[in-house]
């Protein structure tokens, strides 16, 4: 079985751009999570999606925000990108709903970089 | 003061010796995971605990729910053990999902 992948696995944009990461979970799994890791700040949760619906969110601005496929595969956005926004963001899969009870499975990341 | 500690920060041991990592937390939690990122980047998920304890070869991860606490131990530990360890917990009342900063273990051979 194929495991959780992301795409792109990096990414330069200068500020004010706008990104698109793609994540695409294990085959069967419904519920897909984001997460930001900076240097500073370490891991933080952005949100948590299943069935198209976003259950979850953590506390970052509106300029990030995500959506799921009916195929459970998932992206986020970020907008008007500020330097503080270079990072490396994971998402993971796992089989169903609220991620305290199943086994998270994550993807290698997509690094971005906004200069 | 940050609602999940992890203690200690860095960990340096030789090759064969028991590790313990500590993760102390200040909310109510539904569940507790351990996480190991190795360089580069990638992460798995090592445990999920609610209660009690689990162990997966040589590891071993312990919760006293009461005291807010768990514990991650490495036995006979090796160079490939050397990660990353993260802890992370899900609040039991706005499921936020909250993790430490990690403790950066490096085993020596």
């Known amino acids: 079985k194929a495991g959780v992948t992301q795409t792109p696995r990096y990414l330069i944009k200068t500020r004010g751009q706008q990104v698109t990461l793609s994540c695409s979970p294990i085959?069967?799994?419904?519920?897909v999570s984001w997460y930001q890791q900076t240097p500073g700040q370490g891991l933080q949760f952005l949100f948590e999606?299943?069935?198209?619906?976003?259950?979850n969110k953590g506390n970052f601005p509106g300029r990030f925000s995500g959506r799921q496929f009916s195929n459970s595969r998932s992206e986020m956005n970020v907008s008007t990108l500020e330097l503080g926004d270079s990072a490396l963001y994971l998402c993971?899969?796992?089989?169903?709903?609220?991620?305290?009870?199943?086994?998270?499975?994550f993807g290698p990341g997509t690094r971005l970089t906004v200069l | 003061k940050n609602e999940v500690e992890q203690s200690p920060q860095n960990l340096t041991a030789q090759e064969g010796e028991f590790i313990t990592i500590n993760c102390s937390y200040s909310?109510?939690?539904?569940?507790l995971h351990w996480l190991q990122q190795h360089p580069g980047g990638g992460i798995v998920s090592l445990f999920m605990?609610?209660?009690g304890k689990k162990k997966h070869g040589r590891l071993i991860a312990t919760i006293n729910i009461q005291e807010k606490h768990s514990s991650l131990h490495i036995t006979a530990s090796h160079p490939r053990d050397s990660a990353v360890y993260i802890c992370?917990?899900?609040?039991?009342?706005?499921?936020?999902?909250?993790f430490g900063k990690g403790t950066r273990l490096h085993i020596l051979p």
């Open positions: 909310v109510g939690i539904s569940a």
């Open positions: 999606y299943f069935s198209e619906t976003q259950r």
């Open positions: 992370a917990v899900k609040g039991n009342r706005d499921d936020k999902i909250i």
């Open positions: 085959s069967g799994h419904r519920s």
């Open positions: 605990l609610s209660s």
């Open positions: 993971a899969s796992s089989l169903d709903a609220d991620s305290s009870y199943n086994e998270q499975f």
